[in-house]
């Protein structure tokens, strides 16, 4: 049974850092697809990054790029995001996501491409 859960979650000033991580279980992150989405209270859920491990390739929506890095611990059955230079608008809950199949990385950004989710962790940052 596939089980994921995040953490890591919490308050920081605006250009502060936190990682999160999404403990994975009942699957291996070393062949499965894994995605970092967020929703704010009133918007959509939007996807942030994503690591495709078969296919080689990150991705990262272009609010993100150059501050947050998704990476995974195959010996932890983990993977993380590391989000640096934090900014108010990136306050939300954030959620992991998986899917097995991994069969197109080009709707990596859809929520429902994923198949699997956590029950979130949520960032707050001020000012």
């Known amino acids: 049974q596939v089980h994921l859960v995040e953490s890591g979650g919490g308050s920081v000033q605006a250009g502060g850092s936190l990682r999160l991580s999404c403990a994975a279980s009942g699957y291996s992150v070393r062949t499965a697809c894994m995605g970092w989405f967020r929703q704010a209270p009133g918007k959509d859920r939007e996807g942030v990054a994503a690591i495709y491990p078969l296919f080689g390739g990150t991705y990262y929506a272009d609010s993100v790029k150059g501050r947050f890095t998704v990476s995974q611990a195959n010996d932890e059955n983990t993977v993380y995001l590391q989000m640096n230079t934090l900014k108010p608008e990136d306050t939300a809950m954030y959620f992991c996501?998986?899917?097995?199949?991994?069969?197109?990385?080009?709707?990596?950004?859809?929520?429902?491409?994923?198949?699997?989710w956590g029950q979130g962790t949520q960032v707050t940052v001020s000012s």
């Open positions: 996501a998986a899917d097995l199949r991994c069969i197109d990385s080009g709707s990596w950004s859809l929520a429902s491409a994923w198949v699997y």
